[in-house]
């Protein structure tokens, strides 16, 4: 059992179930729960509450906002994966929209620190199609910001670790994109992905 000074340590906290899963098991936890200084939660509502599980974020339902790594938008005139000629012909305003485009996330030094970092990504509606998209226009799409196309698109984004032993932080990533197909009913998605669970992480 660790000892924590008071002010390092936030106690009593409670989670519905719809927050957080418990890291080894990929299962949501309901429950109580205590945050330490370094950002990482754990069940029972204080340290000394045994048996003391590591907790992870669950993946963001589609309609909630949430922020953390920056990017700047992109501005393109194609529509990733769809039909631009189309839209001029049922509504040319949206083809003068904003659309998603995809990149590849560059995790920092702090992040490498913390553990874990935030990956965004969208997937056409009624389409098994990803791309991985930055924080800003995921932000833009989920708010259905009126400049942006975000009528094609179901955002939702994961928690990734990235340091620690490889084959915990496997497991972990592992398990939080099987949950986040189940919960948010995108299948194919750990194919993206190409099951590479321990993509950025570093010993």
């Given at each position: 059992?660790?000892?924590?000074?008071?002010?390092?340590?936030?106690?009593?906290?409670?989670?519905?179930?719809?927050?957080?899963?418990?890291?080894?098991?990929?299962?949501?936890?309901?429950?109580?729960?205590?945050?330490?200084?370094?950002?990482?939660?754990?069940?029972?509502?204080?340290?000394?509450?045994l048996p003391v599980e590591k907790l992870i974020e669950l993946p963001a339902v589609p309609g909630e906002l949430h922020s953390d790594v920056n990017f700047t938008p992109v501005y393109t005139?194609?529509?990733?994966?769809?039909?631009?000629?189309?839209?001029?012909?049922?509504?040319?305003?949206l083809a003068e929209k904003n659309l998603p485009y995809p990149i590849t996330p560059q995790p920092t030094p702090q992040d490498y620190q913390l553990g874990e970092f935030r990956r965004y990504f969208a997937k056409k509606i009624n389409e098994i199609k990803f791309i991985e998209i930055n924080k800003d226009t995921y932000d833009n799409l989920n708010s259905q910001n009126s400049s942006w196309l975000w009528e094609l698109y179901q955002v939702f984004f994961i928690p990734w670790s990235i340091?620690?032993?490889?084959?915990?932080?496997?497991?972990?990533?592992?398990?939080?994109?099987?949950?986040t197909m189940q919960r948010l009913n995108i299948y194919g998605f750990n194919k993206f992905l190409k099951e590479n669970y321990t993509k950025f992480w570093l010993p």
């Open positions: 059992m660790s000892y924590y000074p008071k002010n390092r340590v936030k106690t009593n906290l409670y989670t519905e179930g719809k927050e957080y899963a418990v890291e080894n098991t990929g299962q949501p936890y309901k429950g109580y729960y205590h945050k330490l200084y370094t950002g990482e939660l754990f069940t029972g509502k204080t340290p000394s509450d005139s194609e529509v990733a994966y769809g039909n631009l000629d189309y839209l001029n012909i049922t509504n040319p305003s340091s620690g032993d490889k084959q915990a932080v496997a497991k972990t990533n592992h398990n939080i994109v099987m949950l």
